[in-house]
């Protein structure tokens, strides 16, 4: 019975110490892995604080001409009703005309 419970007790140990064996290895390969990125990391964070500097900056220099930007412009008024009937006369006149060798040189 002794030996039977002996025998029970070193399976369970080495069942333990064999789980503890895998973790050490997974705990090696995340440390690896860690220590290879950090380089990346490191160039992660210098452009992100770059990136956050400069988006700042941006935004302070293009506020006021921004806020200038999003005015509406006054609408544009016609010209009076006059001129406009002179100008529609003008253009009637020159299409009605022939054209003429001078003109179609320029």
């Known amino acids: 019975v002794e030996s039977a419970q002996a025998k029970q007790q070193l399976t369970s140990a080495l069942l333990e110490l064999e789980r503890m064996h ?3 290895a997974e705990l090696f390969t995340a440390q690896f892995e860690l220590e290879r990125l950090q380089p990346f990391k490191e160039e992660f ?6 990136h956050i500097v400069l988006r700042r900056r941006m ?3 293009h506020r006021p001409a921004a806020a200038a930007t999003s005015r509406v412009p006054p609408p544009k008024q016609s010209p009076p009703v006059s001129e406009r009937r002179a100008n529609h006369e003008a253009v009637c006149e020159r299409q ?3 054209s003429t060798p001078e003109m179609t040189i320029l």
């Open 96 to 98: 009605s005309r022939p």
């Open 22 to 24: 895998s973790q050490e």
């Open 45 to 50: 964070e210098a452009l992100r604080t770059e």
């Open 59 to 61: 935004l302070s220099q």
